[in-house]
């Protein structure tokens, strides 16, 4: 099943301009972050970024995290038109990058699934966001 949607990542700040980012879709998520992978690969200077108030908290314990305050995420639809979210996006720091923590997904949060509706579909074995009304 595809679990994944493809965005385009920007923030002015981090001079990031549309970077290809998978998120991994998780209605359990309250927000949308970026993981130490990610966060790596686009050369996220955490010295740049507001840190969070609080840790994140997951499976593995509780970990730093910062912010990225201008961030823009570009989504598409099958028919090729552009969907921008502005939004603030969580990055998490863990404070040892080992192999199991490389192959963490970055995630698509409930701050962005919350403002479309959710479809499984079994029989194609994907996840779709869209803002048509569902009867």
Request: glycine share 6%.
């Amino acid at each position: 099943m595809q679990r994944f949607v493809a965005s385009l990542f920007s923030s002015t700040s981090l001079n990031i301009l549309e970077e290809e980012v998978d998120f991994l879709v998780d209605t359990g998520a309250v927000r949308t972050t970026i993981m130490d992978r990610d966060a790596k690969r686009l050369g996220i200077d955490y010295k740049k970024l507001r840190k969070y108030k609080h840790k994140m908290t997951g499976i593995g314990g509780s970990v730093d995290t910062y912010v990225i305050d201008d961030s823009a995420l570009m989504f598409f639809t099958d028919k090729k038109e552009r969907y921008k979210e502005n939004i603030e996006i969580m990055v998490l720091k863990h404070p040892k990058l080992d192999e199991k923590i490389e192959r963490l997904p970055s995630i698509l949060g409930r701050d962005i699934i919350g403002k479309y509706n959710l479809i499984y579909s079994k029989p194609a074995s994907k996840v779709y966001l869209t803002d048509e009304e569902i009867n």
